[in-house]
């Protein structure tokens, strides 16, 4: 089965995540490792890497995985945006080595015009600097597979399994699948045909041995409609039906599965998505 979780907060310190996964039932997490809105924060203190390890080890909630800040675009044909982009990069990737985390999610970029082509090469070439600063280090990048919205990168199989092979050091990639995102990029996940076919596609182009965590969240927009709008389990385009194969699927056993869904401050709705979820695992 899945190891189900959610994204929760780090509001008050990098270890409260813990404690908000804890409370609504997390088996796995996935937090920010700084603030997502800004582009550098101060460096990580000793204190607050033993206060996060110690909530972990507490907690028993692993694996964590973090996400890279939206802010980031490796695909940018403007130099400053790039220079700034893989530095950003860089420095998350060594707070997730700091802290233990072993994954740590990016969404690939966006081309902005220049053409999928270059805009996959820049990332390539974006990632292998990332690898070259980060020798040795065992936290790995997860390029999360996007809902091709724009001129976002990642909306095809084909174009992730592109930057796994012309990554340097490309070895040290995985995969993240979102369920909304690949849904609305066109890939079918609501029957058991459809379901199939993905994830036929999925083996076929990049590799299952590639995936390593899944976002699970319902869609507000219909089948290839390219559109980025999470909705709660069973209440959006996808349905349960839309999880439910992916649910019993035995090659995803052991991977987390993260919610990615609106919240208040009570964390009602991760219960309820998260409790959804089990009902879905329990049914035969």
């Given at each position: 089965?899945?190891?189900?979780g959610?994204?929760?907060s780090i509001?008050?310190?990098l270890?409260?995540?813990f404690e908000?996964?804890q409370?609504?039932g997390?088996?796995?997490?996935q937090?920010?490792?700084?603030n997502?809105?800004q582009?550098?924060?101060?460096?990580?203190?000793?204190?607050e890497?033993?206060?996060?390890?110690?909530?972990q080890?507490?907690?028993?909630?692993?694996p964590?995985v973090?996400?890279?800040?939206?802010?980031i675009?490796?695909?940018?044909?403007?130099?400053?945006?790039?220079?700034r982009?893989?530095?950003?990069?860089?420095?998350?990737?060594e707070?997730?080595?700091?802290?233990?985390?072993?994954?740590l999610?990016?969404?690939?970029?966006?081309?902005?015009g220049?053409?999928?082509?270059?805009?996959v090469?820049?990332?390539?070439?974006a990632?292998?600097?990332?690898?070259a600063?980060t020798?040795g280090?065992?936290?790995?990048?997860?390029?999360?597979?996007?809902?091709?919205?724009?001129?976002v990168?990642?909306?095809?199989?084909?174009?992730?399994?592109?930057?796994?092979?012309l990554?340097?050091?490309?070895?040290?990639?995985?995969?993240?699948l979102?369920?909304c995102?690949?849904?609305?990029?066109?890939?079918?996940?609501?029957?058991?045909?459809?379901?199939?076919?993905?994830m036929?596609?999925?083996?076929a182009?990049i590799?299952?041995?590639?995936l390593?965590?899944?976002?699970?969240?319902?869609?507000?927009?219909?089948?290839?409609?390219?559109?980025?709008?999470?909705?709660?389990?069973?209440?959006?385009?996808?349905?349960l039906?839309?999880?439910?194969?992916?649910?019993?699927?035995?090659?995803?056993?052991?991977?987390?599965?993260l919610?990615e869904?609106?919240?208040?401050?009570?964390?009602?709705?991760?219960?309820k998505?998260?409790?959804?979820?089990?009902?879905?695992?329990?049914?035969?």
């Amino acid at each position: 089965m899945l190891r189900l979780g959610a994204h929760e907060s780090i509001a008050g310190g990098l270890h409260r995540a813990f404690e908000r996964a804890q409370e609504v039932g997390c088996e796995a997490v996935q937090i920010w490792v700084k603030n997502s809105r800004q582009w550098s924060a101060p460096p990580l203190t000793e204190e607050e890497i033993a206060r996060f390890r110690a909530a972990q080890a507490e907690t028993g909630i692993t694996p964590v995985v973090a996400h890279a800040a939206y802010l980031i675009n490796i695909a940018s044909p403007r130099a400053v945006l790039y220079r700034r982009s893989v530095a950003a990069l860089t420095d998350e990737v060594e707070r997730c080595e700091a802290l233990g985390v072993p994954y740590l999610v990016l969404h690939p970029g966006a081309h902005t015009g220049s053409g999928m082509e270059a805009g996959v090469r820049r990332a390539a070439a974006a990632l292998g600097e990332v690898h070259a600063a980060t020798p040795g280090y065992r936290t790995q990048i997860l390029l999360e597979g996007t809902a091709g919205q724009g001129t976002v990168l990642g909306g095809r199989f084909e174009e992730l399994a592109q930057l796994l092979a012309l990554t340097p050091q490309g070895e040290r990639l995985g995969i993240c699948l979102d369920t909304c995102h690949a849904f609305t990029a066109g890939y079918e996940l609501r029957t058991a045909e459809g379901y199939a076919a993905t994830m036929a596609d999925f083996a076929a182009t990049i590799g299952l041995s590639w995936l390593k965590v899944l976002h699970l969240n319902d869609s507000r927009h219909p089948l290839g409609s390219h559109k980025d709008r999470h909705a709660h389990i069973g209440e959006g385009e996808l349905g349960l039906e839309g999880f439910r194969h992916l649910l019993h699927d035995p090659r995803l056993a052991g991977l987390p599965g993260l919610l990615e869904t609106p919240k208040g401050p009570d964390l009602a709705e991760d219960r309820k998505n998260l409790a959804t979820l089990r009902a879905l695992q329990r049914a035969t």
